[in-house]
């Protein structure tokens, strides 16, 4: 088979496994096998790509031509290569974590939700691949249909009063600013194309880049630039997985990713530092990260902690886009990567203290490292590579990102940075510290409580602390635990991962 | 058989098949009749646009007279986009009359129905390949006196008044047509379309006759193509005819209306009478802009879906009005192309709410709640219907959204494009507020147990939403023929 075919495959195989998933609906063993055997072939069909890319080509896969000029096309480049990669690797992961969770917290309509998982990563494969603006576009649109009915998953008020914000702030971004954007690129331009050096320079007045870059920042809502980044935390009414693998990874990183692209294959690095037109972004950026963590310094709601944990590292990414030098631009890249693995531990960890204890507040969750020391230790590795200290892999990524605010002359931006990192540990540690530390008398009492409803007496106090281990189900704690160790790889191996990025501001 | 007399077949077979239904009094046989005929139409449409694509426009002398004293048939890249869209939908939607009009009280009368739909198609069919204006407004009259019996066979009994009102607005509207004619006729002394243009320059642009004509005939089509604030009749109308009604006349008679504008305004009159003589564009662009948002907005309010549906018509005739106003061959092109992929999004949304309402008796949007459970292939034709009239990408919604914004560009009016946008962000909330309820409220207690649609309705409806996308990624058959028709009527000025 041809590297074509690999790519047409890779989007097509979670398609077909949408179709299968729908038959054995019934089924609900025979549907999860095929969830997760569909997820290891898309990995491997993503990985037969790899080497040419490795090697300096661009497989390219033309399928129609829409309009004029404006073909459904795929070409594969570093940039959408490594987001290809995370996405259908970490999609393994999380399907056999939702194994654990969702039948731990028995939640209902288990098939549409492997089906809608399954058409998402379709998607953002697609998105990772796109050739030109065009065809990314529509990948992105089917990316936020597709996760619609995953946010709205449980049904209730809640969860549809958050789909209406989701979609709400999600399409009218995309179609009221970003689709007139990519319109006025190719009225501009005459053509959409992902292209080395933009395709946008000496097409438009230089004054009207600031507006341009308006429209398409503003306009790709999944980056989450503040204010527009509501809809995030109120996904997180879906099921942990979703949160994790989706609103942590592939949607948001579909949306900094189209950052990125548009600032290195649309605009053109060189155009926006000459023109300045970015100046403004990076104060924007900037201003998320910090907001962003302090709104989280406030949550007590662990999975809305990590949403605006989420929100301010997107910025980082955007950020690195509006310096827009070599050295942050592949900082921002590889950063996609890094917070990819960190942020979904620490999702898996927050799915499986839900699962195993049902506590969803950090306040309620003293005393709890020790009843599930894996999962808190997992959660210590996430949170130390989001934070950005080695030997983790978020580490790298913030260093480059540094160095590239350092190239360009914007000191400021390295303040920025090292006061979120700040941040970041005064949200993120806590949570860890008070699993080990502080009074236990919480779970004294809830010792004595189940007591009082009749189980079997626990011994308790303080004298045997880990008397009692309930960690999550194991199809909850080994994915979070693979990508715990993903996090130390990352940082390992970070040379490489580097090495393959350059190219794109070469 | 020769291919010759195909312009004329193409209308004839309708024409007998329709007294045939009444004559064979069975509802089975005349159900065949007009499924065979209007497939046989369907069939001559091809053929018709495959050889008009070949060989260029095609003139039929009607029984050997010729023009422009005889009637003549012509056929131009417009006129047989439009016989395409008309007997494409008139063949989807007839084989699914038969299971939908069981549920509106009328099955004895079937016959009848199947009578009125062929003459309605017939006139239809007529007014675009017509090249003589007396015979348009014949074929008109034709096909809007059978859409008024069609209507009032709707089984609410506000089916009657709906009728009524059409009726009165209709009339209005073909007796300014005829006037028209008539003035065109005193002042240039000839009926046939392309003959009057050539002897309207000799007659004069500065001519009060002339321009009377031109007031005569833009809010006489103005009516019948409900453009916003003539529109009053189209909500009840759809609303209250049968369904199978709607979804036909939804996607067709409204096309129609705005064929014959483009016809005269542009072919007739020509672009510098029309344009530069008189002030037209302003007035166009202003109502179309208006009727894409105000009625856009009252579609969200509105709590019977066939309304919401309806008013969404006239907002999107809004967008026809729009790329007219634009007087190039980008903005044709865009508004031409939308006659097309409008008649695919609302065909296939009536057919659905048929569909619905043939189980649970009703299109409220409270007796839908908790729908998709029960009829989960019916409301996902919907959600893909839905999703063309917003104008997601890869639906043929956003191909004409696409062109219109383009289009808009090119003159340089970037506002005007950006209200493109905001206005297709109205239909994100209309068209959500029925998938919400479909999908995340509970049944009523009356409704938990019905089934799923009868596959003689859902075939159909499901043949449109392909359609919807096929169109979507497929686009040079259906952009290319409007992007000859739109150069075609602007050379013609």
């Known amino acids: 088979m041809d590297v074509q075919d690999y790519i047409a495959l890779a989007m097509l195989l979670p398609l077909i496994g949408t179709v299968m998933i729908w038959m054995s609906g019934p089924r609900p063993n025979q549907r999860e096998v095929v969830t997760v055997v569909t997820a290891i072939l898309t990995f491997l069909c993503v990985l037969q790509v790899l080497p040419p890319v490795l090697a300096g080509e661009n497989p390219t896969l033309i399928i129609t031509e829409i309009l004029p000029g404006l073909p459904l096309a795929f070409v594969v480049e570093p940039l959408g290569m490594m987001f290809a990669l995370i996405a259908s690797f970490l999609w393994i992961v999380t399907s056999f974590y939702a194994i654990g969770y969702m039948r731990g917290h028995n939640e209902p309509n288990q098939t549409r939700f492997y089906m809608c998982f399954a058409i998402a990563i379709s998607s953002a494969i697609a998105v990772a691949f796109s050739g030109n603006m065009f065809t990314l576009f529509i990948a992105y649109e089917v990316l936020t249909l597709s996760t619609y009915p995953l946010v709205t998953h449980n049904q209730d008020e809640e969860a549809k009063r958050a789909g209406r914000t989701y979609l709400g702030i999600l399409l009218t971004t995309s179609i009221g600013l970003l689709l007139v954007a990519i319109l006025w690129t190719w009225f501009a331009a005459g053509t959409l194309d992902f292209t080395k050096g933009g395709i946008l320079k000496g097409k438009i007045d230089d004054g009207l880049v600031i507006v341009m870059l308006f429209l398409y920042m503003y306009g790709i809502g999944k980056a989450a630039l503040m204010p527009i980044h509501r809809w995030l935390p109120a996904a997180m009414v879906a099921p942990t997985p979703v949160s994790a693998l989706l609103h942590a990874v592939a949607v948001v990183k579909a949306g900094v990713f189209t950052v990125l692209k548009v600032i290195i294959y649309i605009f053109g690095a060189d155009f926006l530092t000459e023109t300045g037109a970015s100046v403004w972004l990076m104060y924007v950026a900037g201003a998320t990260v910090l907001l962003a963590s302090l709104v989280a310094l406030t949550k007590d709601n662990l999975k809305a902690r990590l949403a605006y944990s989420t929100v301010s590292q997107l910025s980082y990414v955007v950020l690195a886009g509006a310096l827009a030098t070599s050295f942050s631009l592949v900082g921002g890249a590889m950063h996609i990567a890094m917070h990819a693995f960190g942020k979904i531990t620490l999702f898996f960890c927050a799915g499986a203290i839900m699962v195993a204890s049902h506590k969803t507040e950090i306040s309620q969750m003293r005393g709890l490292g020790w009843r599930m020391p894996f999962t808190f230790a997992a959660f210590l590795l996430g949170a130390l590579s989001v934070i950005g200290l080695p030997p983790l892999g978020g580490s790298w990524s913030k260093w480059y990102i540094a160095l590239g605010a350092a190239d360009a002359e914007q000191l400021v931006f390295i303040a920025v940075l090292m006061i979120s990192s700040l941040l970041n540990v005064a949200y993120l540690i806590p949570v860890f510290a008070r699993g080990f530390f502080g009074p236990r008398e919480e779970e004294a009492a809830q010792m004595a409580d189940a007591h009082h409803h009749g189980q079997e007496p626990e011994p308790s106090g303080h004298a045997e602390p880990k008397s009692r281990i309930a960690e999550a189900p194991l199809f909850c704690v080994i994915p979070l635990w693979i990508t715990a160790l993903g996090c130390v790889a990352l940082f390992l191996y970070a040379d490489r991962l580097y090495a393959m990025l350059e190219p794109i501001v070469k | ?493």
């Open chain 2, 1 to 493: 058989m020769s291919f010759a007399h195909l312009p004329a077949l193409v209308i004839v077979i309708p024409l007998i098949c329709a007294p045939l239904c009444v004559l064979l009094r069975r509802k089975d046989w005349a159900f065949v009749v007009a499924v065979l005929a209007t497939w046989a139409s369907f069939a001559c449409s091809i053929l018709l646009t495959i050889q008009v694509m070949e060989v260029g426009t095609i003139s039929y002398a009607m029984g050997g007279w010729a023009p422009p004293y005889g009637i003549e048939i012509r056929l131009d890249a417009l006129s047989v986009y439009i016989l395409l869209i008309v007997s494409g939908i008139g063949s989807v939607v007839a084989p699914y009359a038969r299971n939908s009009l069981l549920l509106e009280h009328i099955e004895e009368r079937a016959h009848m129905f199947f009578s009125a739909y062929l003459l309605c198609l017939c006139g239809l069919m007529g007014v675009t390949v017509t090249g003589d204006a007396f015979n348009l407004f014949v074929f008109l009259e034709i096909s809007s006196l059978s859409s008024y019996v069609l209507i009032a066979l709707g089984s609410d009994r506000r089916a009657l008044t709906a009728s009524y009102q059409y009726l009165v607005m209709g009339t209005i509207g073909a007796t300014f047509i005829v006037i028209a004619v008539g003035l065109l006729y005193q002042a240039t002394g000839s009926l046939n379309m392309a003959d009057i243009a050539n002897r309207l320059p000799e007659a004069g642009y500065t001519n009060r006759t002339v321009i009377a004509a031109f007031a005569f005939l833009v809010i006489g089509a103005g009516l019948k193509i409900a453009i916003f604030p003539l529109h009053q009749w189209l909500p009840n109308a759809y609303t209250y005819a049968p369904n199978v009604v709607s979804a036909f006349l939804a996607a067709t008679a409204t096309k129609v209306s705005v064929y014959i504008l483009l016809r005269f305004v542009f072919s007739v009159f020509g672009v510098e009478f029309s344009f530069e003589t008189l002030p037209t564009a302003l007035p166009f662009l202003v109502l179309a802009v208006l009727a894409m948002f105000l009625p856009s907005i009252v579609a969200c309010f509105q709590k019977n879906v066939k309304r919401v549906l309806a008013y969404s018509s006239v907002a999107q005739i809004g967008y026809m009005i729009l790329g007219l106003g634009f007087v190039s061959v980008a903005g044709l092109t865009a508004s031409i192309l939308h006659l097309f992929n409008h008649a695919l999004m609302k065909g296939a949304l009536f057919l659905v709410l048929g569909a619905v309402f043939y189980r649970i008796g009703s299109c409220h949007i409270d007796r839908m709640a908790g729908l998709a459970k029960r009829m989960p292939w019916t409301m996902a034709a919907f959600v893909g219907g839905g999703l063309s009239l917003i104008g997601v990408p890869t639906t043929a919604g956003f191909v004409s959204k696409w062109y219109l914004i383009l289009a808009a560009l090119e003159k340089g009016w970037w506002y005007v494009a950006v209200l493109i946008v905001v206005s297709s962000l109205i239909a994100v909330v209309y068209v959500f507020r029925v998938i919400e309820a479909a999908y995340f409220r509970d049944a009523p207690e009356d409704l938990r147990d019905v089934a799923e649609a009868p596959i003689s309705l859902l075939v159909p409806a499901w043949i449109l939403v392909f359609a919807n996308f096929y169109f979507g990624v497929e686009t040079s058959v259906s952009v290319g023929i409007a992007e000859r028709a739109a150069q075609a009527l602007m050379g013609a000025g």
